[in-house]
């Protein structure tokens, strides 16, 4: 069974920034692919961003482009979230997620493992 752990969210004001990681023991972490999603009171859980296994291949949703920076440290087992210019539709419960297979993209269902949440706050 693989953990997730995040840590970072918080409540920040618009135009700030927060940095969410998600730890896991696995020993196979740099064979997953890994993940953001967030989920919003009432709403579904959405793509947030992804990366490949190496590292070398990175995606996100639209709303969060040039805002959120996506990476991972195979030697550590972690990945990060770097946020900037937080907004307040930004509000969410933002959760790690891994896939043992390669990239196939933003529907929740393609990850075998989650988190269990971080929330992330942005006041106006």
């Known amino acids: 069974q693989v953990q997730l752990v995040e840590s970072g969210g918080g409540l920040v004001q618009a135009g700030g920034s927060l940095r969410l990681s998600c730890a896991t023991s696995?020993?196979?972490?740099?064979?997953?692919?890994m993940g953001w999603f967030r989920q919003a009171p009432g709403k579904d859980r959405d793509f947030v961003a992804a990366?490949?296994?190496?590292?070398?291949?990175?995606y996100y949703t639209d709303s969060v482009k040039g805002r959120f920076t996506i990476s991972r440290d195979n030697t550590k087992n972690a990945v990060y979230l770097q946020m900037n210019n937080l907004a307040p539709e930004d509000t969410a419960a933002y959760y790690c997620?891994?896939?043992?297979?390669?990239?196939?993209?933003?529907?929740?269902?393609?990850?075998?493992?989650w988190g269990q949440g971080t929330q992330v706050t942005v006041s106006s």
């Open positions: 997620a891994a896939s043992t297979a390669a990239y196939r993209g933003r529907n929740p269902s393609f990850y075998d493992y």
């Open positions: 990366i490949n296994w190496g590292g070398t291949s990175t």
């Open positions: 696995v020993r196979t972490f740099s064979t997953y692919t």
